[in-house]
């Protein structure tokens, strides 16, 4: 009997070295600690199903992006998620940073839909709807667009 394998939706996430993995010492930032607000996030929005989840602060670039900017990540495979540590800093809004993991949380519960080819869709309608259902995502969204270029060079 053929054993089929699991596909993954998203790339893997190796270490680069492999105190990393042990170290879990990068959820807590110089303004926000992550571990935190995932489990606050998980119990309110997600009845605490999300487990085993590394919750970190990516690496930051030595230059900022000129066009577009990824405020976090989903790692499905490896459970991580990694935040722009771009948005560790006095100015941005603990409700925004919020709504971004929120946002990488949901990537874990909806469903990816796939398209033409071996495409897929990520923000499928289902996922739009949730989203929106988050409590100040149009309040986070206008921010998001008033202060992108902050982010960017």
Known sequence: MARKTK???RKLAHPK????????????????D???I???L???????????????????RKHRPREQFIFGTIQEEDRVIR???????????LWFLRYVLYHEM???VVPDEMISGNRRRVHTEEFNRREREFPSYRRARRWEEENLSRFLR
């Open 7 to 9: 596909k993954t939706k």
């Open 17 to 32: 070295f492999p105190m990393q993995q042990l170290l879990n010492l990068r959820h807590e930032g110089t303004h926000f």
């Open 34 to 36: 992550l571990r935190a």
């Open 38 to 40: 995932f489990h606050e």
């Open 42 to 60: 998980n119990e309110r929005h997600f009845r605490g199903r999300l487990r085993g989840y590394n919750v970190i602060w990516g690496r930051r």
């Open 83 to 93: 935040i722009n540590p771009a948005l560790d800093q006095p100015f941005v809004p």
């Open 106 to 108: 949901l990537h874990s």
